[in-house]
């Protein structure tokens, strides 16, 4: 594997015995702290599954207090620490390091508070994104964000990835739907962002700095999120294309027409035949894109907009359009997309999914870059795509057991996210940089753009102990970060006032 | 006194000039339009006029995507949208007008720093949730791009979301890419006649907790007194919506709806806050909206006068000196009052913004000397205590 993490300090691992006695002073109990090597390999990897490392050790604190003396310690004992939710991250955001301690936030799983007068529920980090929606869904509320490991995935990790979910071209990502957040500096700090119960917060948008911050800035402690009303309806229409471009026409003028709808998924021939096989959605199998709309809103909107959906697919050459009449064909529509990834195991040993995003209009080009690349590193792909965002989700298909076949799969994925910045996208749309793209970031940022962003993590935790190795390529000590050029000298504009 | 100007004409000279005042202790204020800049304490700073970084630099409807100079005025941008059928849906407003000047000044950077957003915020986001990208010169006097031009996107520090409300603190934005959505085909304002504020509260409370979607909610205490509810989209939507609305509001009172052209005078009066028309200081208070009515309660008794937006989590507020009262009111209620506009000697002594907690105001600070650690953008304005570091 090419990936190199932080060499371990081995002052630290000589010490793991005191670290141990130490944590568990702070987090007593069953189960406080894990020393044991066969149950550490439970922390191992997240939903990476391509590293694994196992942790020095794993604490699971239970209250905010403990978090912060938890770091406390470890920032005057310069120990590591790799927080972690339920480890479902695609891209190794919680994959544990040597030398660090784990700091899981499994114990946190209370809801606190719900209001439905100001529509906000307070919950702990480690309370499921599923949960939530759980928790009011009996009052006709739910939380609108959904990524596909809602069942599983937490509150906190959320936050840490500022994850998606096939409705965020409506209801936006995770960053748009929460209101406030407690936090634990590394150095022990408790500190409250965001607006809380208001909107705004009063100064600087700390709150949107630290979501999608990966776990390097703090240990989230509490989430206040936004609950939305369950919308009346929600209807779904599939449509079949003899070609990608004419479903990727379509989806350009459904939301040029006015139309956001609240999902609108594509998958290519290769994911449909995948899916078809699997669940046995009904997706047609002559056809080479496959798009689902779901409209959601009052029945009479639906009826509406489903008709300007069909009109629009009927313009651009659809080959076949069926409309959900009850809410168990809306879900059998789904169906098949939700399975995509395990559908794909099926036909495959291993599958790495990636997750680029590009501006919409490249999108026929990119694919037949894709399929060049495919035929180039000689693995197959097959293409699942949040439509209306522009966020794809290539699946290389790979056997990890024949030799040299998951360097081939990464190196393709390298590929296909160095195309999606070279259209003018991004290297992910939702899954994080993680260790797995780190390296890649130069792609996408120039070095003076990521030492802005590195002078951030400074500010937050200057010593570089909070989940180092993760999204960004280099470690720069922040001393070195903080120096200013000196400038060459030049006086610009020696005619004005000079300050 | 009269405040320098200096206005580069490319990057390259505005990173001459940064660099050059960071390394000489100079300090700096960026300025776009100028139409907040009574905003804040009175200051020397020589003024950074962005006037060059203007002009549309790619627009893509069906992308939803647009790409512009941060100097671009605002009316520019907003008519150019709607051309296609589309806004900036958090809905940002000139402040020119609040302070006397001629509407048409501001601009999509200025709306951005500031974090402008009007009443459609309630339900379609503010300006952090639609600013995608950015160019810009950090204090450091380097050039350097966060977040990117496509709509969905995680990699790396979320840097847009500080740009947002940052007041021109960090960096000089030359060129902001930002989300726009389609415009609703057809709108129709709502208004429930003569309710006190405990019950308009609750009303919008009800209306926004209902499935009919409401874009927009706000009350006007008058007269004449008004609770005004937005509805948004497509017309047979909007007719189902308003059923909804009727059954669920029965309780307050009947729904009337108003013209085109009386909604467009209510609406707008939410920006130029016309009902509000005096000389005295105007605050603008952030709250739950559960939690209006005692800030309401607090501040009548002094003899404010105010308007409700967002469902309530927003107060518009003029009264006469007793800042201190003012920010312990809505910090009871768990919010915060910005000072928009007051006299000299008032903004002088009082910060425009509210005083946070001693831990996030320190790493507020640490987060900015991170963009700028001269201090060349810190002109006094916000009367922050002189950093620790």
Redesign the interface.
Known sequence: MSLKMPPPDQAVLARRGEIAAALRAIVPGDGGVIDDAKALRVYESDGLTAYRQPPMLVTLPQTTDQVSRVLKWCHANNVKIVPRGSGTSLSGGALPLEDAVLLGMARFNKVLHI?????LAVVQPGVTNLGVTKAVEGA??YYAPDPSSQIACSIGGNVA??S?GVH??KY??T??NVLGIEMV?MDG?????G???????????????V???EGLLGVVTEVTVRIL????TARAVLIGFPTVESAGQCV??V??????PAGMEMMDRPAIHAAEAFVRAGYPLDVEALLIVELD?????C???IGEVEAIANQNGAMSCRVSTTEAERLAFWAGRKAAFPAVGRISPDYYCMDG?????RLPEVLRRMEELSQTHGLRVANVF?AG???LHPLILYDANQPGQLDRAEAFGSDILKLCVEV??????????GVE?RDL?PV???E??????Q??K???DPQLLLNPGK?FPTLHRCAEL?R??I?NG????PD???? | MTQARIRPSSVDELIEIIADAAAGGGKLEIVGGCSKADIGAPREAALLDMSAFAGIVDYDPAELVLTVGAATPLSEIQALVAQSGQMLAFDPFDHGPLFGKPAGAATLGGVIGAGVSGSARLSRGAARDHLLGFQGVSGRGEAFVGGAKVVKNVTGYDLPKIMTGSWGRMVALTEVTVKVLPRGRESLTLVLDGLDPIRAQAAMARAMGSQADVAAAAHLPGPPTLTALRLDGFGPSIAARRAMLDLTLAEAGALRALSGGEADALWNSLRTLDPLADSRPLWRINTAPSQANAVIAALEMLDARWLMDWAGGLIWLTLDGNAAAIRAAAAAAGGHATLVRAPEALRATVPALHPQSPGVMALESRVRRAFDPAGVFETGRFLDAPDAD
Not at chain 1, 196 to 207: F, I, K, M, S
Not at chain 1, 496 to 499: D, G, K, N
């Open positions: 209001d439905y007068e100001d529509r006709g509320f990835e500022n998606g965020c071209l936006g990502l960053t748009n500096l700090e408790i500190v409250r962002l607006g809380g119960r208001a909107l705004d917060p009063a100064g600087l948008d700390l709150l949107g700095l979501v999608g911050s009303p369950k919308p009346e350009a003028e939301i040029a027409s006015g139309i956001i809103g009052p029945s009479a909107e009826d509406h907009l995003t590009i501006p919409r209009r949040h965002d522009g966020n003018g996208g991004v290297l992910t749309g939702e899954h994080g940089v793209k970031m996408m940022f120039t003076t753009d990521l030492a802005h962003q002078r951030v400074c500010a937050f999204v903080g200013m050029h400038h030049k006086v610009p504009f004005l006032p000079r300050f």
